[in-house]
């Protein structure tokens, strides 16, 4: 079977409301661990999780940072508007755009669209600084051209009227962080701490790589004490992380782009462990996944740019990929070396689905996923099908699932 063919109502199974869970545990690392070995499905608690890795095995670690990404703006007829960050309108350093002055420009959701007639909506900002309280004037206007809108967003262009304001400044004044659809309920005071992994640093995610929430800085002590080597790369996750499959077959779903930063050390280190590693959440398998096909492209274009590097969903399944996966990182770390650049910048929209041969990823560690969702795919993909012997048993043993909900361990 190949993955266009694929029905993901194969890939459904009842989720009782009660089993999401809609709030963290208080201590995050005493969350229930499932541990898939080789066939067989225990469990223990996550705390215990280096007791189960291998000594100088590399873990790698997604360190995005979610950004409070959802603001409100009450027009003077009481209509709330809501304007949803998803990505910079120009292609641009994620951490370098939180740090402009004065305006930037966001591809964004707008929800009560109909409502916004008026070309502006602005709003009143008190920034709270060491030296007292400051208030700015925000403006956010939508851009109606439709060559700079795309499918399922909207161009909006932010100006506030004080240069020595950042867009991070504004953000964490009135912004509000996205918590998943799915909890039902609004985002608390305790979310911005709680829906933020520990090692979080880059901003740019609308919503949290969760298989990271479970650690706390003990475990990352425990696991440096095991003899486990730790790396960090960056993919911002989308709010396409949420977008059902509506079609049939997967064939008619497309998948949403995701922006990737990797350092050239992290390369290095891969190499170093024979380009084997155990990812933390479906977001670092992604990436480094995207990886061995980004060094496959330089085989064939060893003067691509980071936006010829773009991983198209369907790329793992055609043509053929003879290069081994360290032969794709050296071509990787051999095209930073030429371009003079010290991380890999560029974006990927793979789709891991099963038919998929995986390329670096040796265990995962993920939280549990909704029926019928491109990352249970993943999943079955990575457990060769065993999908339904995992679920059955969280099932039936009252692990949590979703974003705050329990963790596993798969090993093939």
């Not at 953000?171 to 992994?197: H, W």
């Amino acid at each position: 079977m190949t993955p266009k063919n694929i029905h993901i109502s194969d890939f459904n199974y009842q989720l009782p409301d009660e089993r999401i869970a809609k709030f963290p545990l208080e201590q995050r690392d005493r969350s229930k661990l499932l541990v898939y070995r080789h066939g067989s499905v225990s469990e223990d608690v996550f705390c215990h999780l280096p007791e189960y890795l291998p000594e100088n095995a590399l873990m790698v670690f997604n360190n995005t940072r979610v950004i409070q990404a959802r603001l409100h703006f009450r027009k003077q007829t009481g209509a709330l508007i809501e304007v949803f960050l998803l990505e910079p309108a120009v292609p641009a350093d994620y951490e370098q755009m939180f740090q402009t002055r004065g305006a930037c420009s966001w591809h964004c959701l707008i929800g009560n669209l109909k409502k916004w007639k008026d070309s502006c909506l602005t709003r009143q900002i008190d920034i709270i600084e060491d030296s007292g309280k400051k208030v700015v004037t925000l403006t956010v206007e939508q851009r109606l051209d439709a060559k700079q809108a795309t499918a399922n967003s909207h161009w909006v262009d932010f100006r506030w009227d004080d240069d020595s304001v950042t867009f991070a400044d504004i953000l964490e004044a009135v912004g509000e962080l996205p918590i998943p659809p799915y909890l039902n309920r609004e985002t608390q005071e305790s979310d911005k701490r709680t829906y933020q992994t520990v090692y979080s640093k880059i901003k740019g995610s609308v919503a949290a790589p969760t298989a990271g929430l479970h650690f706390t800085e003990q475990v990352l002590r425990d696991i440096d004490a095991h003899g486990i080597h730790r790396e960090e790369l960056t993919l911002h996750v989308g709010a396409g992380t949420f977008k059902p499959v509506k079609s049939e077959s997967l064939e008619g779903h497309e998948m949403h782009t995701e922006y990737v930063c990797v350092k050239r050390s992290t390369i290095e280190k891969l190499i170093e462990h024979n380009a084997e590693a155990i990812a933390v959440g479906t977001t670092s398998v992604r990436t480094l996944e995207s990886l061995y096909y980004m060094g496959c492209r330089l085989q064939e274009n060893p003067d691509a740019s980071e936006s010829e590097l773009h991983i198209d969903q369907w790329e793992p399944y055609s043509g053929s990929h003879t290069l081994t996966p360290v032969e794709a990182l050296k071509n990787i770390l051999q095209w930073l070396d030429r371009n003079e650049l010290s991380s890999l910048h560029s974006s990927t929209q793979i789709i891991i689905a099963p038919g998929y041969e995986y390329k670096i990823v040796k265990a995962l560690v993920t939280n549990f996923h909704q029926p019928q969702s491109t990352l249970l795919l993943l999943v079955s993909a990575f457990v060769h099908g065993d999908w339904r012997k995992i679920y059955d048993y969280a099932l039936d043993h009252d692990f949590r699932f979703l974003s705050y909900g329990d963790s596993s361990l798969l090993i093939p």
